[in-house]
């Protein structure tokens, strides 16, 4: 490595590493792996250990820090529990002007600061929620941002079925394991709350019929689950389904095999869902 190191006239590295300012090749649920983080904060902090602010001057100073420093790495990467309270801590010792050595009162709950200032807070933000409505952004970027680079880069690695990307199996990095779970709602990432407030307005052909969340608060896949498990076209479109009739007698349905009573029942609301759903194919999906 020395002797490539020296013919290409670079450095021997080593992991993890700093590239734009973001620890490359480390694991971000390590502590030590927000450390840097935490020390760029303390110093910036420190400089104004001698000034005389007042109140209403620490506040605009911790909330310039608050929403500039941490940032870059809160919106890649999901931070430790112990890491959240490390920074609330350091902003809740210098909101009352004291500091590591000399701890004043906190003379209001750091839940009421948080609260908007039309809720007679003081409009801080929330670490935690910040963190992930900043991770929720690339959920968002998912669905609106597939022709970039970073985009197609996932693809190659994860797969794409019915224009979602999969979850991936054991060797999925944290980074895309976090992601996923906003996305999915997966036990433990605030009852999936990304999923539930997005949805899908029909127009053109980008719409799949069962995986998208286009109708209703659910997918059709979930709602009729046994419909679409007998389905034989499951990657259709609604706008290709609709083209091959999906009234009484249409011939969108295909079944695996025939439907029994209970099921044809629910083919019947599944129509009624659908009734009067109308597709403009000059319009796009959005």
């Known amino acids: 490595m020395s002797e ?6 670079c450095k021997v590295g080593k992991i993890p590493f700093l590239y734009l300012g973001l620890s490359i090749g480390g694991d971000p649920r390590r502590l030590a792996f927000w ?5 760029t904060i303390k110093s910036k902090l420190s400089g104004w250990q001698s000034h005389f602010l007042s109140f209403g001057g620490w506040l605009v100073l911790l909330k310039s820090v608050l929403t500039s420093l941490p940032i870059y790495a809160l919106s890649f990467f999901k931070a430790p529990s112990s890491i959240i309270s490390s920074i609330k801590s350091i902003f809740q ?6 500091s590591e050595d000399n701890r004043k009162i ?11 200032k039309e809720g007679r807070g003081l409009g801080v933000r929330q670490l935690r929620e910040f963190n992930l409505a900043l991770l929720g952004k690339w959920c968002w970027r998912m669905l609106v941002d597939r022709g970039g680079f970073w985009y197609r880069v996932l693809v190659a690695r994860y797969d794409e079925e019915a224009g979602r990307l999969e979850v991936g199996g054991r060797s999925v990095s944290s980074w895309w394991r976090e992601i996923v779970k906003i996305r999915d709602g997966v036990a433990g990432a605030v009852g999936g709350w990304f999923g539930e407030r997005v949805s899908k307005v029909i127009g ?22 046994r419909l679409f498990d007998l389905a034989t076209y499951k990657l259709i ?6 083209a091959l009739g999906w009234e009484v007698g249409g011939g969108a349905w295909r079944w695996r095999r025939v439907l029994w009573t209970w099921e044809e029942e629910m083919l019947e609301e599944c129509r ?8 403009q194919a000059n319009i796009l999906d959005r």
């Open 204 to 225: 053109g052909k980008s719409t799949f019929l069962w995986y998208d969340n286009w109708l209703g608060d659910i997918p059709l896949c979930r709602r009729f689950g």
């Open 237 to 242: 479109t609604v706008a290709d389904m609709c």
């Open 35 to 39: 450390e840097p983080v935490l020390s």
């Open 4 to 9: 490539a190191a020296s013919i290409l006239n």
């Open 106 to 116: 906190s003379w209001i709950a750091w839940s009421s600061i948080c609260l908007p």
């Open 93 to 98: 010792t210098k909101n009352w002007g004291g």
């Open 272 to 279: 009624k869902v659908l009734d009067g759903v109308i597709v």
